[in-house]
């Protein structure tokens, strides 16, 4: 939708919403801007008003996207654990509080928009359930646990007609911006090889078995945490932060980090869909996402551009330094490398401080006139402003959610062994490996659905 302009800008919305979702067109309808006492309910703004905000999961990094869109009305604060959302709370004594968001939306019909920043492997009901109502959604990343939640929530998106974003605030940033520019110029040549990577994770992975569950304190209401997910018994190794690495709740450095740093050669290098996937770990097992990981994807010719190798390295492991690197000049702790035919080039986390190496290449460098369209403020706030506009910021669901898909099918070929051919993205299966395509969908608990 709106991440820039220009034809570059329209040819990938348009290849992306076919390949991901089947469709012939790209765009999406707009809002009609209209007071809301004509309107009769939510999820229709005038630019003129403020949204009426809503945040589920705000204890932990739901606070500093609650803080982001301070000066709209947060109406209502929704969080299992009270204790640790204290602190929220207190900030905002007009919000009304709960522990069940499915009470919140039933009963608080003035919220025009929902954050939610839950453990993944809520996202997608949370999410689901709010784009149901009408209510524009800001979604933490990863979008959501499984592939096939995230095709669900695209396609929603589309139909329920609200502004949608996910937390992965680089894709606002300059950075990446300029990284598609710069590569879209031909300032590299054509890339056939590129390499992400973090020093994630930073929490417990690779452990053989869950921990022993108890009676959670009175301050968190543990089933609603546990959702549509397993109810294991309440344990300080799952809350309030190491759920990254188990399985059943999060989708360990990967899913934490890949969506960030996936983000500017997904974008840049137009991936698309990966024909094959291929992971090298150590410390993985059934419960819990590995100590580190090599993954390797394959993507096609696509959009003019060449196939791909690409590959991500997480738990400190490091793809092989560039010949161009100087020798006092070490690699980032979290990054991306561009191998093109005429130079490399490498950027940070969110696609921050890109440049060209050696430092000379970046010293003679014409850069290229600015072709995409700029975000003024936060990632929160641009999402905030294109509710009230009946538009889409940069990294709505029609985008977010293929991205999604990518970095999560790498989690799939960490817990498969072998490799992972032939992607079927239309019909979401991996051809002739039904064991690895059940993979690509969570069972929920009973009573709970998208």
Known sequence: MKEGTGEDRKQRHSVSRRSFLGTAAATAAAFSVVPRNVLGGSGNTPPSEKLNIAGVGVGGMGKNNVNAVSSQNIVALCDVDTKHAAGVFKKYPKAKVWQDYRKMLDKQKEIDAVICATPDHSHAVITMDAMKRGKHVYTQKPLTHSVWEA??????AEKYDVATQMGNQGHSGEGVRLVCEWIWNGAIGEVRRAYSWT???IWPQGQNKLPKGKKAPDHIAWDLWCGPGPNHGYSGEYHPFSWRGWWDYGCGALGDMGCHIMDPP???????HPESVEGTTTGTSDVAAPNASIIHYHFPAREGMPPLEFSWYDGGLKPPRPPELPDDQKLPSNGTLFMGE????????????????PASKMADFDRPEKTLERVNTSHEMAWVEAAKKGEQPSSNFSYSGPLTEVVLLGNLACRMPGKLHHWDAENMKIKGDPKATSLLRDDYRDGWSL
Do not use: D, E, S, V
């Open 151 to 156: 095709r669900q929530l695209a396609k929603a």
């Open 199 to 201: 020093n994630r994770p």
């Open 266 to 272: 997904f974008w840049a290098l137009k991936m698309g």
């Open 342 to 357: 005429k130079g490399t080039l490498i950027c940070g986390t969110y696609g921050g401080g890109p440049h060209l190496i």
